[in-house]
């Protein structure tokens, strides 16, 4: 197993320690904080493989598999875990989390047809609002800050409409190759 694959598995073990944390509030004070560092280092080795691999050509199918399946796996138990603390309405993490599920089957029935679906402008503005967002949702700073985590989860939705619809409409020919 290559070392993108590894960090890739690394982050995926990651996810139930995330769980565990802001669910249990094991760590007293320093909760938190502590599932800051683990959403973090999560989120940062999901940039290491993607620039390992592509810089030493060490992409594998495994990678393009388990790589995005693993940054949902991420951002899908973080919000999940918002619903239960009564930081995030279900609404919200449904919308996000269905839309993952989309362009999953999108890029599925094309992967079928010999089409590559990349990730495009959009794709990457919703990941970046989402990190945000769940950063400043376990950070928890109050006060000011929460103006800045409704605008960040309002970011987040209306991104990941964009995005879905984005991506929809340029790979609109997927959906006339199925019969």
């Given at each position: 197993m290559n070392t993108p694959n590894k960090l890739t598995v690394a982050r995926m073990i990651l996810v139930p320690f995330?769980?565990?944390?802001?669910?249990?509030?094991?760590g007293d004070a320093a909760n938190k904080y502590i599932c800051l560092v683990i959403f973090v280092t999560a989120s940062v080795t999901d940039w290491f493989d993607g620039?390992?691999?592509r810089k030493y050509n060490l992409v594998t199918n495994f990678g393009k598999f388990m790589d995005p399946l693993a940054d949902k796996?991420?951002?899908c138990s973080a919000l999940i875990c918002f619903i239960e603390l009564e930081k995030l309405p279900a609404w919200v993490v449904?919308?996000?989390?269905?839309?993952?599920f989309i362009i999953s089957g999108f890029r599925l029935i094309a992967a079928e047809n010999?089409?590559?679906i990349a990730a495009n402008y959009w794709g990457k503005f919703k990941t970046v609002?989402?990190?945000?967002?769940?950063?400043?949702?376990i950070i928890d700073l109050g006060g000011f800050f929460?103006?800045?985590?409704?605008i960040f989860i309002w970011l987040s939705v209306a991104l990941t409409v964009i995005s879905l619809i984005t991506y929809i409409w340029q790979n609109k020919n997927v959906l006339s190759m199925q019969n």
């Open positions: 995330l769980v565990l944390f802001m669910l249990t509030g094991w620039q390992i691999a796996l991420l951002v449904i919308i996000i989390i269905a839309r993952e010999g089409i590559v609002s989402q990190m945000i967002m769940i950063i400043l949702l929460d103006i800045i985590e409704q």
